[in-house]
């Protein structure tokens, strides 16, 4: 494994830690901000939609510059935004510090996506894919519950604050591990656009939005489902998102490997298992046992859509990839917004707190009927598979 890959994994992880830990800790910052869960929810959603906004956005102003010079100041952003919302007197200012700390989010794993892609043999892209969201599954089992774990102790405030450290090891694993790699010939903007004149591209990133949505819908109310419903105590919290962290861990190596192999199959297998067991997650939430279980196939089922789901944008977009990987990182933050903004209104609405689980399945549905339509529409014209006509761009070893 090209040590380039594990300092994006050491990146992916610091991001994965502040992505998620937030769910874990939303009583605590609600009650310290006198707001209600729905109105904590908004952290989620504000962050959400910094990634979605951001990862165009960001890409597009680094297409001048050589990657791994992006992926630093990304990590830098990125520590500003945690040091902010560690600090944050006010819930504004907090949501605040949560959207700088997002507008790396996108970018760097687009990017990042690209590079890892860059650094294998094309058999094994998605496997690299893989290594480098490996630290992003890796920090919902230690990053995540630690920081939950501090939060619940000695407050949330000291949780971003040390996600904001780990951020600093990400930017210095950077500036150490990966290589100088020049600017691709070439690069700019107007040829990274063109990758969405496909279609394909297209229905690649709307399946991107639903089936991750379907994941973040019940995951973003964890905490009170699990504590109200399931009846779990505070402190439990914790090791239930371990449980969902070992499950993104091994969906992701899963995805990773099959994608490489049986690219759509995978999705149809995966978008279809979560579809289900969001749904069944409305009734199994009643019991802790089976509630534990859900959770963790709720995690591997909706992880193992990420390899493959990025892959097949690299793969639609190839010779103009950068940009068309960081929106469609963007997408599955469009997709936890939806979620969690859908979450928030059934709750509110009286509906209870495993009402999520329903809007979870449905989009989880939707992503697969998308799927099976787009391989149809792939197999009446395969002569447009990859209808973007841009010369490709050099891999770099």
Same mark, same amino acid.
């Given at each position: 494994?090209?040590?380039?890959?594990?300092?994006?994994?050491?990146?992916?992880?610091?991001?994965?830690?502040?992505?998620?830990?937030?769910?874990?800790?939303?009583?605590?910052?609600?009650?310290?901000?006198?707001?209600?869960?729905?109105?904590?929810?908004?952290?989620?959603?504000?962050?959400?939609?910094?990634?979605?906004?951001?990862?165009?956005?960001?890409?597009?102003?680094?297409?001048?510059?050589?990657?791994?010079?992006?992926?630093?100041?990304?990590? *830098?952003?990125?520590?500003?935004?945690?040091?902010?919302?560690?600090?944050?007197?006010?819930?504004?200012?907090?949501?605040?510090?949560?959207?700088?700390?997002?507008?790396? !989010?996108?970018?760097?794993?687009?990017? *990042?996506?690209?590079?890892?892609?860059?650094?294998?043999?094309?058999?094994?892209?998605?496997?690299?894919?893989?290594?480098?969201?490996?630290?992003?599954?890796?920090?919902?089992?230690?990053?995540?519950?630690?920081?939950?774990?501090?939060?619940?102790?000695?407050?949330?405030?000291?949780?971003?604050?040390?996600?904001?450290?780990?951020?600093?090891?990400?930017?210095?694993?950077?500036?150490?591990?990966?290589?100088?790699?020049?600017?691709?010939?070439?690069?700019?903007?107007?040829?990274?656009?063109?990758?969405?004149?496909?279609?394909?591209?297209?229905?690649?990133?709307?399946?991107?939005?639903?089936?991750?949505?379907?994941?973040?819908?019940?995951?973003?109310?964890?905490?009170?489902?699990?504590?109200?419903?399931?009846?779990?105590?505070?402190?439990?919290?914790?090791?239930?998102?371990?449980?969902?962290?070992?499950?993104?861990?091994?969906?992701?190596?899963?995805?990773?490997?099959?994608?490489?192999?049986?690219?759509?199959?995978?999705?149809?297998?995966?978008? *279809?298992?979560?579809?289900?067991?969001?749904?069944?997650?409305?009734?199994?939430?009643?019991?802790?046992?089976?509630?534990?279980?859900?959770?963790?196939?709720?995690?591997?089922?909706?992880?193992?859509?990420?390899?493959?789901?990025?892959?097949?944008?690299?793969?639609?977009?190839?010779?103009?990839?950068?940009?068309?990987?960081?929106?469609?990182? *963007?997408?599955?933050?469009?997709?936890?917004?939806?979620?969690?903004?859908?979450?928030?209104?059934?709750?509110?609405?009286?509906?209870?707190?495993?009402?999520?689980?329903?809007?979870?399945?449905?989009?989880?549905?939707?992503?697969?009927?998308?799927?099976?339509?787009?391989?149809?529409?792939?197999?009446?014209?395969?002569?447009?598979?990859?209808?973007?006509?841009?010369?490709?761009?050099?891999?770099? !070893?």
């Amino acid at each position: 494994m090209p040590l380039a890959l594990l300092a994006l994994a050491i990146g992916a992880f610091g991001i994965g830690t502040t992505e998620f830990v937030v769910m874990g800790l939303l009583p605590e910052i609600a009650d310290d901000y006198r707001v209600s869960i729905p109105s904590a929810g908004l952290l989620v959603t504000g962050y959400a939609i910094g990634v979605v906004i951001g990862a165009p956005l960001m890409t597009a102003l680094g297409t001048r510059i050589s990657r791994k010079t992006m992926l630093m100041i990304l990590m *830098g952003l990125f520590v500003v935004g945690n040091l902010l919302s560690a600090v944050a007197p006010t819930m504004g200012v907090m949501l605040a510090g949560r959207i700088v700390a997002s507008l790396a !989010h996108g970018a760097f794993f687009g990017i *990042g996506s690209v590079v890892a892609a860059d650094l294998v043999a094309p058999d094994k892209k998605a496997g690299a894919i893989a290594t480098m969201f490996t630290g992003l599954t890796v920090a919902n089992i230690a990053g995540v519950p630690l920081g939950t774990f501090i939060g619940q102790a000695v407050g949330w405030r000291v949780t971003f604050a040390v996600v904001a450290a780990l951020g600093v090891v990400g930017l210095f694993g950077i500036a150490k591990l990966v290589p100088a790699l020049p600017r691709p010939e070439g690069a700019h903007l107007r040829r990274e656009l063109t990758a969405f004149r496909n279609p394909q591209v297209l229905l690649a990133m709307a399946m991107t939005v639903l089936g991750f949505g379907g994941v973040f819908a019940a995951i973003t109310y964890i905490a009170p489902m699990m504590t109200h419903v399931a009846g779990y105590s505070d402190g439990a919290v914790t090791w239930l998102l371990v449980l969902f962290g070992v499950g993104m861990f091994l969906g992701n190596l899963l995805g990773g490997r099959f994608a490489d192999r049986k690219l759509m199959p995978m999705l149809y297998a995966s978008l *279809g298992g979560l579809a289900v067991v969001l749904a069944l997650f409305t009734l199994t939430a009643h019991n802790k046992i089976l509630a534990a279980v859900s959770i963790l196939l709720v995690g591997g089922l909706g992880f193992a859509t990420v390899p493959p789901l990025q892959k097949r944008v690299l793969d639609q977009a190839h010779g103009a990839p950068t940009l068309a990987s960081a929106v469609n990182i *963007g997408a599955f933050n469009l997709g936890n917004a939806l979620a969690a903004w859908l979450g928030g209104q059934v709750i509110a609405a009286g509906l209870g707190y495993t009402a999520p689980n329903w809007v979870g399945a449905l989009l989880a549905g939707s992503a697969l009927l998308l799927a099976v339509w787009s391989a149809v529409l792939e197999h009446r014209a395969p002569v447009r598979e990859g209808a973007v006509t841009a010369a490709p761009v050099p891999a770099h !070893h």
